[in-house]
């Protein structure tokens, strides 16, 4: 049986000081590769979802065989990659959705994955509690089953959030795997245990039953906002080159067109964590704009639970339809009439139809009172009784309007609306990435021979002090109460990880200076000066501090740890023989 890779947590949120790393080794230095390994870093496996007279929908076959899947993850792929029956999916349909991991599985450490999870943007690192499930389904009438229809799902099942890749592999095999079945399946497992690893940054080529696909992964590194062109080079054999655009974005523009009057006031509820449903006619709508929400506030990361398919038969139901409690903080996309009911206590509810682009301009659509949904029939529209903080900014909606008009391709809509987000998070986050670096202790405070300092705390009066005159309003001509929006976001879970992620970062760095700080001083003069038990006391201190700068990857070039090292090894060999073969064994493991 291989190796299952381990999902490491998620690492910094923008990490800057991680910029001198060196480049990561090579997936073939880090281990031994056994097999699966390759296939392992990009999928968990694959699964074939049918449905059974007696059963209902069943996974029929799970590859590769080794893959482990709980009963209670089994039982969440079945009822997740079905759409409700009441969608009316005929033919073939792709959508994708979410689900919790099972607790307490063993899986072993891979470095070389965890150093690539480190280089991504913080919006793409994995969470480990959760598995992705990526489908294509079809239904089709067929008089020679008992039932009159073939139904069956094949679906991917990934940590990775690379919806857009993966859609694209599944539009080019589910086809064959229908008419062929399992030997095909069989081959394209083995031609995914073929890719290269998961490497942010690279233009990675990627061989799939005699296509190649070329994408380059995002890095924390990148510029926001812009999308490095993978150019579609000409291939000297026979097989056919596609290079995706992206790995991971979806059409923003088509998700929020039946609602883009109201985008700004739905950044303002994604960015502050509020409960949204989304209610849509089908899978495929309610996963898009799920996953379009969620990506509006980029280059935060969304840090609360989103489910872009959710059913009556999901195991956290219970827990996210009770109204005993207030509604979690949580995007939930459903399409079962019978949650126009259950969730009518819900704060803010999203209604939209098919979603297809307009050929005529959209009219202006009221946000409606929550009483009005009475069914999932209702119209499309934003059902809420939430103010928005800021004032409406016309010209966004003006723009887009414009390009209807013109006929403007939805892939250039799209560029603007995702731009538009883009300035409006960073018009909001900057005043604070400004005044958390100045919690960030002077480097003149940092003692080689006393502990890292502290960072200061965060103390929201000081916070809102420096937004006067270096508030949003330097970056951004929209007015109203950003004041409000501020107070109100730092009680969200989005400020919790995007704080937590920064101190995080910081108190690295301020480990990382004191490691340099180490290196700079004369540690074989300081020890001729001291006992052997201070000296021995500094040795140990000095190995501990090598491990943790390997275990919590702090931000040090590889120069400066070579050189604790030297310093080490000096000390040591200055030491009397008996105490140098202790020290030579101990806290080298």
């Keep these: 049986m291989s190796r299952q890779e381990r999902g490491p947590e998620s690492g910094p949120g923008g990490a800057e000081v991680a910029a001198e790393d060196a480049e990561p080794e090579s997936p073939d230095q880090c281990l031994s590769l ?65 689900f919790r991991r099972s607790p307490g599985r063993k899986v072993s450490f891979c470095c070389f994955l965890d150093q690539l999870d480190r280089d991504l943007p913080v919006y793409l690192k994995k969470d480990s509690a959760y598995y992705y499930g990526y489908v294509y389904f079809r239904q089709v009438r067929d008089k020679s089953l008992k039932r009159g229809y073939f139904q069956k799902s094949l679906v991917l099942i990934s940590k990775l959030p690379y919806v857009h890749l993966f859609r694209t592999m599944l539009k080019q095999i589910a086809p064959e795997y229908f008419e062929k079945s399992e030997a095909f399946l069989e081959a394209v497992c083995s031609d995914i245990d073929r890719w290269p690893a998961p490497v942010p940054g690279k233009v990675l080529q990627l061989p799939l039953m005699g296509l190649i ?25 026979a097989q056919i080159s596609m290079a995706l655009p992206t ?75 009770t109204r005993t409690q207030a509604p979690p903080s949580v995007i939930l996309g459903v399409t079962n009439p019978f949650f126009a009911k259950t969730l009518q206590h819900w704060p803010h509810i999203i209604r939209i139809g098919d979603i297809k682009l307009p050929g005529e301009v959209p009219k202006q659509v009221k946000v409606k009172k929550l009483k009005n949904l009475k069914t999932l029939d209702s119209k499309p529209g934003v059902y809420t009784s939430y103010k928005p903080y800021l004032n409406k900014d016309e010209e966004i909606v003006k723009q887009l309007q414009k390009g209807v008009q013109q006929k403007r391709p939805t892939e250039a809509q799209s560029v603007i609306l995702r731009r538009y987000f883009l300035e409006l998070t960073e018009s909001f986050i900057i005043p604070l990435e400004r005044y958390v670096a100045s919690l960030m202790p002077l480097q003149k405070c940092i003692s080689p021979w006393k502990s890292p300092p502290q960072l200061r705390q965060f103390s929201q009066d000081d916070f809102m002090k420096t937004l006067e005159k270096a508030g949003p309003q330097l970056t951004s001509g929209l007015k109203g109460d950003w004041i409000g929006l501020y107070r109100h976001f730092l009680k969200s879970p989005n400020f919790d990880g995007w704080f937590r992620s920064r101190q995080r970062e910081m108190t690295q760095k301020l480990e990382a200076l004191h490691l340099e700080a180490l290196c700079n001083e004369n540690l074989v003069f300081w020890s001729q000066k001291h006992t052997e038990v201070e000296t021995v006391d500094l040795v140990l201190k000095l190995k501990n501090k090598l491990l943790q700068a390997d275990r ?30 202790i020290l030579l064994k101990t806290g080298t493991t």
């Design 34 to 98: 056994l097999p699966w390994d390759r296939f392992s870093a990009w999928l968990h496996c694959v699964c074939v979802v049918g449905f059974d007279l007696e059963l209902g929908q069943a996974v029929e076959v799970i590859y590769p065989p080794h893959s482990k899947l709980t009963d209670k993850e089994k039982t969440n792929i079945c009822y997740l990659s079905f759409p409700d029956s009441n969608s009316g999916c005929l033919g073939d349909t792709q959508f994708c959705f979410r």
């Design 213 to 237: 696909m070329k994408l380059r992964i995002p890095t924390y590194r990148d510029k926001p906002g812009t999308t490095p062109i993978v150019q579609n080079m000409h291939q000297a054999d």
């Design 247 to 321: 790995v991971h974005e979806v059409d923003l523009f088509r998700c929020f067109c039946p609602v883009f009057f109201h985008i700004q006031m739905l950044w303002e509820l994604v960015l502050l964590g509020e409960p949204l449903v989304v209610m849509a006619p089908s899978p495929a709508e309610s996963s898009e704009t799920v996953l379009a929400l969620v990506s509006c506030i980029s280059p935060l990361k969304y840090c609360s639970d989103f489910r872009p398919y959710f059913t009556i038969q999901d195991s956290e139901f219970k827990e996210y339809t």
């Design 552 to 581: 919590e990857h702090l931000p040090v070039n590889t120069d400066t740890l070579k050189k604790l090292q030297t310093h080490i090894n000096d000390i040591i060999l200055a030491l009397p023989d008996d105490l140098q073969d």
